[in-house]
């Protein structure tokens, strides 16, 4: 017999629910540094009172919000109070036109591959003092944000130079996401040593970005566009019984929850139930007994930072739970809520300092911990504490995959 | 699917403290909450039962209430059972910010609606506001900190009271956590410090609102008292409470240090239950429904406004396992006839009656499930906030509840 829970869920967008009780206040990073963000409660289903479809919108300071749904996680009564703020801020922006740099941000899976492939002329130029400096008066990116560098060849097409390992493993598909393909590649080649060593041969349908950067700006219809193409591209490998794994949260987050749920695209929830973290995949086999992969001893000192979008996805820190099993390492987590950065927020010339303010409290909680290595699931924690830190920061698989016998 | 040997479902204190119990024991196990619980909302101090006299022996207090009150959560864990409980809690926050009675028993600390109200254990932070005289203490409040208005509090205190401006904020509203994190800087106390001493006028004890800090709250007060000069401490104040959320911090840095997997931000929507026991809870988070099993489970889910507890225009329910609540015979018994009165209201008491090892039962006292255990205020027959118990009856039945649960 299943019970169900008799709780009833009121529609998501009715503000009544929130009893004003002031948890979310007590999660929010935006707020905790600054006053000009009034705070999750205020913000999100206080607001939400006053808004009108008919009117135009008056709450400047909805841009405020990073879109890291700390507040989700911690609301007691279940309102949905980032998407609150999503709705509020898509209608804002909408009102006001997008800006020519938000425009180009969030098409860096255009222009990446581009870039990557100029990477030996573009490279240089990002750290360029003058070109910075145009960057920041004529596109606001702010000069004192480290830019990432782009890597060529791709993942993909290194990924497409290997022989075809047709061994009659089973297949696992993986969705690297952008900065894995252009800015990162290590990431995702640790992936699919890491796959292959559990003895899956490793296939990379066709795919795009998973369209997390234009939510962020509140642009749901291009988002709406790359999660169509993208389920396009990636169910007819569900559909052949192949599960598909990702590396990065942010990404992870976007193809699981927020495809269906709030972008309401048809085939969402089939690709949801097979779309897993790596590392909780990998944790699942293990559990399962369905894997004997040993790791070499590593002695070291590492400090893993559990990003806010691995927090949405609410399956616990299998990363860490892996990184405990290699013999040696002594791995901690980093208690600090948000590294600061919300994705192309941080690299905002008018949000540079709140992002900067936020990820202090990581970056002076990982100097307490004085490690030798940081880690984190998420592309852009890891700029973050890269650029507030300076310390050598990798994705966890990153080290799993060194530390393969 | 994993299998753990508990899941605790809720992240209240009852549920963190069942948890932690869990994994000291050397337990698997799994915690999930809706929510953060309710610790930010209270959680200033701990309540074990306010009514007992301040100054006299608590052991014997608690021992004469529960022979009035049989069916009271507190005569099932009984004193030895609080007691235990209380030392696991009180080892759990080390020097310098710890947890501890002032005098023997109760006693009487200042609040953010400027009365006094009894409590049992106080954070080392606030035990300076005990026994507070109109001459010797001055409340501290700042322009654009609407979280504690500090001209009520200093008048129904009945102590000089003065309000000043923060260094770095001006009247747009700083929140408490806001205020918390500066707080934790040295430079911005020692100013805020000096600010305060500048406003001194033979006073020897400061009242603050309780936001000093998150990370080392015992460092900001030694610094405030160096600075000042005079003893400085808390006062606890509208929700979100930051004592509390060091408390569920402190806990939470815990459970996933010793490896227990945490999940906070979804309801439990549903449980597998199988010739009288239960299977499994589903966890929803849309468009996923995620099964988890263990061995057995511990239910604190709060009660009205956690989510443990629902009620329709007719009866109250548990929603989740659908077990039995005691409850007033009738809807027209559930209130009182005045909205302030001394008296709980009857629907105060309504929760899940167990046995004598927290596992609930029905009406003839047969136990529902054979693997479920139930913790905290979802529990009948107390008055929490009317008997000053919260956190007393939190921590004391999350503990039983986790060692019954994994008793051999």
Known sequence: MTTQNDTRTPPRTFPDVCVRCATCMAACPVSRVTPHFPGPKQAGPGAQRFRSAAESSVDDWIELCTSCRLCDTVCPAGVPISELNLMAKAKYLDERGITFRDWLLVRGDLFGEMAARFSSYVNPLMKNPTVRWLLDKLLQIDRRRDLPCYEYPTFRQWFGARPAADNGNPKIAYFYGCFTNTNETDVGKAAVALLEAHGFSVDVPPQRCCGIPRLGVGDLRGAKEMGGRNLASLLPTVREGT?????????????????????????????????????????????????????????????????????????????????????GLDVRLVEAECCGLGGLYGFKKEKFAIAEEIGKDLAEAVARMAPEIVLSDCEGCRMQIRQLTKRTVLHPIQLLRDALL | ??????????????????????????????????????????????????????????????????????????????????????????????????????????????????????????????TAGVGISSEDTLIVSFRGFKDFQGDTVSLHLRCRGVNLSLPRYGLEGVT????????????FRESLGEAIRRQLAGERRIGLPAVLGLRNPAGVMATLE???????????????????????RRLREELIAKGATFLMGNPVIGATLKNGRCEGITVQNPPLKTVYSADCYVLATGRFLGGGLWADMERVSEPLFHIPVSQPATRGEWFRERFFQPEAHPIHRAGIVTDAALRPVDEGGKV?????????????????????????????????????????
């Not at chain 2, 529902?368 to 027959?381: D, M, P, T």
Request: aromatic share 8%; glycine share 10%.
């Open chain 1, 243 to 327: 599960d598909i794994v990702f590396s990065s949260t942010s990404c992870g987050l976007m193809l699981r929850h927020e495809y269906g749920p709030l972008l309401n695209l048809p085939g969402a929830e089939e690709l949801a139930r097979h779309l897993f973290d790596i590392c909780e995949y990998l944790l699942h086999l293990r559990e399962e007994g369905k894997t004997d992969v040993t790791f070499r001893p590593n002695p070291m000192k590492a400090a893993y930072f559990a990003s806010c979008h691995l927090k949405s996805l609410n399956i616990g820190l299998p990363a860490l739970e892996l990184l405990r099993l290699v013999p």
């Open chain 2, 1 to 126: 699917m994993r299998r753990y040997d508990l899941i605790v479902i809720g992240m209240g204190l009852a549920g963190l403290t069942a948890a932690r119990t869990a994994v000291e024991m050397g337990a698997k196990i799994l915690i999930v909450g809706r929510g953060m619980g309710s610790l930010t909302l209270f959680g200033n101090t701990i309540d074990l039962l306010g009514e007992i006299t301040p100054g006299t022996d608590m052991e014997a207090g608690v021992m004469s209430w529960t022979a009035t009150h049989p069916d009271h959560p507190y005569a099932r864990t009984g004193w030895a059972g609080i007691a235990e409980a209380l030392v696991a809690f009180r080892e759990f926050f080390p020097p310098p910010y710890t947890f501890a009675p002032v005098g023997g028993g109760n006693s009487l600390v200042p609040t953010g609606a400027g009365t006094v109200r009894p409590t049992y254990l106080l954070p080392v932070t606030m």
């Open chain 2, 176 to 187: 408490a956590l806001a205020f918390a994190r500066l707080m934790d800087e040295e430079p």
């Open chain 2, 226 to 248: 160096a600075v000042t000069g005079a003893k400085v401490f808390e006062i606890p104040m509208l929700p979100p409470s930051i004592p509390g959320a060091r408390i569920f």
């Open chain 2, 368 to 408: 529902v499930l054979e693997n479920l255990w139930a913790a905290g205020s979802i529990l009948a027959h107390h008055q929490a906030i009317e008997e000053k118990s919260r956190e007393g009856i939190d921590i004391a039945t999350g503990f039983l509840a986790a060692k019954r649960a994994l008793a051999p």
